[in-house]
């Protein structure tokens, strides 16, 4: 039995197809990703959805649901998060969406997201066995932060660290090379944000697990310098994140496409603001050391409906 979750995010657009297999583990069929930048405009105080932005983000829509059909789920759920929270006309993509393919989005809630992907994390055999961790979902619009005590989420945040929002926010014109001064002024702002925030009173972080696009796309990146197994490297390390940061941010974004050919052009743009959030975070948890994980919140929602349907596994 499988089931298909499309997320609406804030950069991008996924679609999981998982199924549980014996013993119930939650095993990824298929997935696929597609850029679908709904944060634009955020970072600028716009908060509102064009009219080529719905009509774009139904043509990605609809490519991805054709893709989850040829495995046949049994159940197919869509759901949005940051970026239509925070759009005053979401409502009309919500409509278009259930017009053209008879699916209802549901735009989840902050603490929702963050049940989710605790319970994601949950089904990642190599992070089954903490009973106790920090994690973190970096997006385009937003990141949110959480303590997870036995499965469970604790000290629930969301800052407006996304990607997207930041690098709109700072760095200018996204082609060029970022100048030391908006670096500097992100850095501030990302420190200022996490030290003022009641989250920063929780508990020390020993063990920070972290999800999201960009935090798949470091893990890809250090691979490749490293030249190591990307799925045996899981474990990245602040001294490797920051070495690649120094050569991202040495970079415009035509060199930077031609030295990280593995890095796509709709997230190299923004790239930048993003390696920065994640040093600042580990900085502020004073962590040598994250653990990526796949287990996101798209698997959370596929482990959900799963044990609905079947609540023998």
Avoid: W
């Amino acid at each position: 039995m499988k089931v298909a979750i499309l997320d609406i995010g804030s950069n991008t657009t996924k679609i999981l197809v998982a199924e549980k297999v014996e013993l119930g583990l939650l095993t990824e069929v298929a997935q696929k990703s597609l850029p679908c930048r709904l944060a634009t405009g955020i970072g600028k105080g716009e908060f509102i959805l064009s009219a080529s932005a719905i009509e774009s983000t139904v043509k990605v829509i609809s490519e991805l649901l054709i893709f989850s059909k040829k495995f046949s789920p049994v159940l197919t759920k869509i759901v949005a998060t940051e970026a239509l929270r925070r759009l005053s006309n979401a409502d009309v993509l919500i409509d278009r969406i259930k017009k053209d393919f008879g699916i209802l989005i549901e735009v989840i809630s902050g603490s929702q997201e963050a049940s989710y992907i605790a319970r994601g994390l949950s089904t990642d055999p190599v992070i089954s066995s903490l009973t106790e961790f920090h994690a973190i979902d970096l997006g385009g619009g937003s990141l949110e932060i959480m303590r997870v005590i036995n499965g469970t989420p604790q000290d629930v945040t969301s800052l407006p660290l996304g990607a997207v929002v930041l690098a709109e926010k700072f760095l200018g014109n996204l082609s060029l090379k970022p100048l030391c001064k908006d670096i500097l002024a992100m850095q501030n702002y990302i420190s200022k944000m996490l030290k003022d925030d009641p989250f920063s009173i929780t508990q020390k972080c020993v063990h920070l697990v972290g999800t999201g696009g960009s935090i798949l796309f470091i893990r890809r990146l250090i691979s490749s310098f490293k030249n190591i197994e990307f799925l045996s490297n899981s474990n990245l390390s602040l001294s490797d994140i920051e070495k690649i940061t120094n050569q991202v941010n040495s970079l415009s974004l035509s060199e930077r496409t031609v030295q990280f050919d593995k890095l796509p052009r709709d997230r190299a743009d923004v790239f930048p603001a993003a390696l920065i959030v994640v040093l600042e975070l580990m900085k502020f948890f004073k962590l040598e050391n994250l653990t990526h994980s796949f287990h996101n919140l798209r698997f959370g929602l596929a482990d959900e409906l799963l044990t609905d349907l079947d609540p023998s596994h």
